[in-house]
C-alpha cells in the first residue's frame, strides 16, 4: 500500500497542500516521480537515495520499482522542499519506520550526508497548516524561528534525517521549537536630523508619507536626493504586527529572510539599479516570484536616476501605482503580488544635470534636454503625486552646528494625520472619487483657485483629484477637519506646471 505524506507548495504568496505519495513494487529497478516536478525535484532522487543510505537506512533496492506522486498532478511542482517527504514516504512504504503522518506537514532540502538544509516560504507554509490544523509541523532546524513566527502551531526542528528516524520511531524524541519573545524595535540608519537644509523638501517627504503620496525629486548631483529618499522610511509609521508577517512572508518566498531574525520590522526600502530587467521590478519568471514592487510592500521603492530605466519597466509601475497590486500572467500562470508601496522617485533636470544650477554650466543642448525627458510619459508622471525641486545647499547650512528636526518629531506627525485617515477608512492616497467627494469639500475660494489651476496648469481628471488628496493630507497634517485655501496653494505647488516642462 503506498505511503502518504503533506508538504506544500508555493503558489503566489500563499502555500497549498501536497500530498506525496509513494509505492514501492517489484521489478526492474527505477525511481520515477510524478506531477510536474521540475529539475529540482527530479533530482531529488539523487538525494534521497544518498541521504538514506547515509543515515543508516537501507536504499532503495535495485529489485524494486520506486514510483512518487506529488498531488495535485496539475499543479507544477519547484525546488527542494519535497526530498524530507519523499524519503520519508519510502521509509514508511519499505516498513523501515512507522508513523501517523495523517496530521503532520514535512519540508526540507536533504544532503547527501542526510543532514537537512533551509528551504524558502516556511512562513506561508506554517500559516497554511495552522490553517488546515495540521498538529505538528516538521521544518529544518534553520527555518525554525521563521516558522515560530505562527502561534498555536507545534514546530519540530530537524537537523538531519537519521535525527528525524529516531523521533519517528519513538526513540529519541525531538523537542517542539519554543516561540521566542518578539522585541519590537525598528532602527533606521539614516535620520532627518543628520540632513542639513532642504527643509522644503522634508516637507514634501512628509506630506508623501503621511498621504501615501509618491513622490518625484529632481535637481542637481550630490543635492541630497538619495540622502532624503534614504531617510524617508524613518518617518513612516511603525508597522503594526499584521504588516510585518506580511512583509515578512513576500520575503520568505523570496529566500531574504534571516534565520536569526525573520520577523521584519522596519518599513521596507528597496533601490534597484536602474538596469534592472522588468521582470526583477514587478516580478515573474518562469515560476512566479516578488519583484522588488512587492519586496518594498508597505515600504519605500526608490528609484535613482529614473529617466535611465527601460521604458517598458517604467510603462509596468503604471498598474501597481494606480492599483496597489501587480497581476504577472503568463502562459502557465496568473498571480496577484502586492504592491502597496511609496514611490520616491529621484532624477537629474538634464543628462549632465546642471540644468537648473545656479552654479555650474549646462552643456546640454535643448534637444537633448527634451529627448532625455521625454523618455517619462505623460501617464507615468500623472501618476506622481508630488513633484520637488532640490536645489544645492549653501554653504553656511552645511557648516552650521544646529540640528534639524529628527525623523522621530516628524514621524508622530505623520502618525497622527494617518490616524485620522484610517478613521475615514482609507489613506488619503487610496480614496475612491466617492470618498474624495465625501471628504474633501472645499470652500469657495478654494473652488476658485482650483478653477484656475485647472486652466492655466491643464491638470487632468487624475492630476485634479491628485490635488484633492494631497490637500487633504495637508489638512490632515493640521489636524484641520476642513480644506483651506493654504492648503489647496500648497498642493499645487507640488504639481508640474505642464506635461511640456518633461
Given at each position: 500500500?503506498?505511503?502518504?505524506?503533506?508538504?506544500?507548495?508555493?503558489?503566489?504568496?500563499?502555500a497549498?497542500?501536497?500530498?506525496?505519495?509513494?509505492?514501492?513494487?517489484?521489478?526492474?529497478?527505477?525511481?520515477?516521480?510524478?506531477?510536474?516536478?521540475?529539475?529540482?525535484?527530479?533530482?531529488?532522487?539523487?538525494?534521497?537515495?544518498?541521504?538514506?543510505?547515509?543515515?543508516?537506512?537501507?536504499?532503495?533496492?535495485?529489485?524494486?520499482?520506486?514510483?512518487?506522486?506529488?498531488?495535485?498532478?496539475?499543479l507544477?511542482?519547484?525546488?527542494?522542499?519535497?526530498?524530507?517527504?519523499?524519503?520519508?514516504?519510502?521509509l514508511?512504504?519499505s516498513?523501515?519506520?512507522?508513523?501517523?503522518?495523517?496530521?503532520?506537514?514535512?519540508?526540507?532540502e536533504?544532503?547527501?550526508?542526510?543532514?537537512?538544509r533551509?528551504?524558502?516560504?516556511?512562513?506561508?507554509?506554517?500559516?497554511?497548516?495552522?490553517?488546515?490544523k495540521?498538529?505538528?509541523?516538521?521544518?529544518?532546524?534553520?527555518?525554525?524561528?521563521?516558522?515560530?513566527?505562527?502561534?498555536?502551531?507545534?514546530?519540530?526542528?530537524?537537523?538531519?534525517?537519521?535525527?528525524?528516524?529516531?523521533?519517528?520511531?519513538q526513540?529519541?524524541?525531538i523537542?517542539?521549537?519554543?516561540?521566542?519573545?518578539?522585541?519590537?524595535?525598528?532602527?533606521?540608519?539614516?535620520?532627518?536630523?543628520h540632513?542639513?537644509?532642504?527643509?522644503?523638501?522634508?516637507?514634501?517627504?512628509?506630506?508623501?508619507?503621511?498621504?501615501?503620496?509618491?513622490?518625484?525629486?529632481?535637481?542637481?548631483?550630490?543635492?541630497?536626493?538619495?540622502?532624503?529618499?534614504?531617510?524617508?522610511?524613518?518617518?513612516?509609521p511603525?508597522?503594526?504586527?499584521?504588516?510585518?508577517?506580511?512583509?515578512?512572508?513576500?520575503?520568505?518566498?523570496?529566500?531574504?529572510?534571516?534565520n536569526?531574525?525573520?520577523?521584519?520590522?522596519?518599513?521596507?526600502?528597496?533601490?534597484?539599479?536602474?538596469?534592472?530587467?522588468?521582470?526583477?521590478?514587478?516580478?515573474?519568471g518562469?515560476?512566479?516570484?516578488p519583484?522588488?514592487?512587492?519586496?518594498?510592500?508597505?515600504?519605500?521603492?526608490?528609484?535613482?536616476?529614473?529617466?535611465?530605466?527601460?521604458?517598458?519597466?517604467?510603462?509596468?509601475?503604471?498598474q501597481?501605482?494606480?492599483?496597489?497590486?501587480?497581476?504577472?500572467?503568463r502562459?502557465?500562470?496568473?498571480?496577484?503580488?502586492?504592491?502597496?508601496?511609496?514611490?520616491?522617485?529621484?532624477?537629474?533636470?538634464?543628462?549632465?544635470?546642471?540644468?537648473?544650477?545656479p552654479y555650474?554650466?549646462?552643456?546640454?543642448?535643448?534637444?537633448?534636454?527634451?529627448?532625455?525627458?521625454?523618455?517619462?510619459?505623460?501617464?507615468?508622471?500623472?501618476?506622481?503625486?508630488?513633484?520637488?525641486?532640490?536645489?544645492?545647499v549653501?554653504?553656511?547650512?552645511?557648516?552650521?552646528?544646529?540640528?534639524?528636526?529628527?525623523?522621530?518629531?516628524?514621524?508622530?506627525?505623520?502618525?497622527?494625520?494617518?490616524?485620522?485617515?484610517?478613521?475615514?477608512?482609507?489613506?488619503?492616497?487610496?480614496?475612491?472619487?466617492?470618498?474624495?467627494?465625501?471628504?474633501?469639500?472645499?470652500?469657495?475660494?478654494?473652488?476658485?483657485?482650483?478653477?484656475?489651476?485647472?486652466?492655466?496648469?491643464?491638470?487632468?481628471?487624475?492630476?485634479?483629484?491628485?490635488?484633492?488628496?494631497i490637500?487633504?493630507?495637508?489638512?490632515?497634517?493640521?489636524?484641520?477637519?476642513?480644506?483651506?485655501?493654504?492648503?489647496?496653494?500648497?498642493?499645487?505647488?507640488?504639481?508640474?506646471?505642464?506635461s511640456?516642462?518633461?
Amino acid at each position: 500500500m503506498p505511503a502518504k505524506l503533506k508538504s506544500a507548495a508555493i503558489v503566489g504568496l500563499d502555500a497549498q497542500i501536497i500530498d506525496v505519495e509513494v509505492d514501492i513494487s517489484p521489478g526492474l529497478h527505477h525511481f520515477i516521480i510524478v506531477g510536474l516536478p521540475d529539475t529540482a525535484v527530479q533530482e531529488s532522487r539523487q538525494r534521497v537515495s544518498a541521504a538514506v543510505k547515509n543515515s543508516g537506512a537501507m536504499p532503495p533496492r535495485k529489485s524494486h520499482c520506486l514510483t512518487v506522486n506529488l498531488a495535485p498532478a496539475d499543479l507544477k511542482k519547484q525546488g527542494p522542499a519535497y526530498d524530507l517527504p519523499i524519503a520519508l514516504g519510502y521509509l514508511l512504504a519499505s516498513s523501515q519506520i512507522a508513523f501517523d503522518a495523517k496530521n503532520r506537514l514535512f519540508v526540507g532540502e536533504l544532503s547527501l550526508d542526510g543532514s537537512i538544509r533551509p528551504v524558502n516560504g516556511v512562513l506561508p507554509m506554517a500559516i497554511l497548516a495552522k490553517n488546515k490544523k495540521i498538529q505538528e509541523f516538521y521544518v529544518p532546524a534553520q527555518n525554525a524561528a521563521e516558522a515560530g513566527l505562527v502561534t498555536d502551531l507545534k514546530i519540530i526542528p530537524v537537523s538531519n534525517l537519521k535525527e528525524l528516524i529516531s523521533h519517528l520511531n519513538q526513540k529519541n524524541i525531538i523537542k517542539a521549537y519554543v516561540q521566542q519573545p518578539v522585541s519590537w524595535q525598528a532602527e533606521y540608519l539614516f535620520d532627518m536630523a543628520h540632513i542639513k537644509g532642504q527643509e522644503h523638501v522634508k516637507r514634501a517627504l512628509e506630506i508623501a508619507a503621511a498621504g501615501g503620496h509618491n513622490i518625484l525629486l529632481s535637481g542637481p548631483p550630490g543635492a541630497g536626493k538619495t540622502l532624503l529618499a534614504r531617510a524617508m522610511p524613518s518617518i513612516l509609521p511603525e508597522m503594526p504586527i499584521e504588516e510585518a508577517l506580511e512583509v515578512s512572508k513576500i520575503y520568505s518566498i523570496a529566500g531574504l529572510l534571516s534565520n536569526k531574525s525573520p520577523l521584519i520590522q522596519q518599513r521596507p526600502f528597496r533601490a534597484p539599479h536602474h538596469t534592472c530587467s522588468n521582470i526583477a521590478l514587478v516580478g515573474g519568471g518562469t515560476w512566479p516570484k516578488p519583484g522588488e514592487i512587492s519586496l518594498s510592500h508597505h515600504g519605500v521603492l526608490f528609484l535613482d536616476e529614473l529617466p535611465e530605466f527601460s521604458r517598458t519597466a517604467l510603462e509596468a509601475l503604471r498598474q501597481p501605482l494606480e492599483n496597489k497590486t501587480i497581476n504577472v500572467a503568463r502562459v502557465n500562470y496568473s498571480v496577484d503580488f502586492p504592491a502597496n508601496f511609496i514611490l520616491v522617485a529621484a532624477m537629474n533636470p538634464c543628462p549632465c544635470g546642471y540644468a537648473s544650477d545656479p552654479y555650474h554650466q549646462c552643456t546640454c543642448s535643448p534637444s537633448a534636454i527634451k529627448h532625455y525627458r521625454k523618455k517619462l510619459s505623460g501617464p507615468l508622471l500623472d501618476r506622481i503625486d508630488l513633484h520637488v525641486e532640490v536645489s544645492a545647499v549653501k554653504y553656511t547650512k552645511l557648516a552650521s552646528e544646529k540640528m534639524a528636526e529628527a525623523s522621530e518629531q516628524i514621524q508622530k506627525r505623520v502618525q497622527l494625520a494617518q490616524n485620522r485617515q484610517l478613521k475615514r477608512k482609507a489613506i488619503n492616497s487610496q480614496m475612491t472619487l466617492g470618498q474624495i467627494a465625501e471628504f474633501c469639500k472645499i470652500e469657495a475660494a478654494g473652488q476658485q483657485l482650483l478653477r484656475q489651476a485647472v486652466d492655466q496648469m491643464h491638470l487632468s481628471a487624475r492630476g485634479y483629484h491628485r490635488v484633492l488628496k494631497i490637500s487633504r493630507t495637508i489638512a490632515d497634517l493640521s489636524q484641520d477637519d476642513n480644506i483651506q485655501t493654504q492648503y489647496i496653494a500648497e498642493a499645487l505647488q507640488y504639481r508640474p506646471i505642464c506635461s511640456a516642462d518633461f
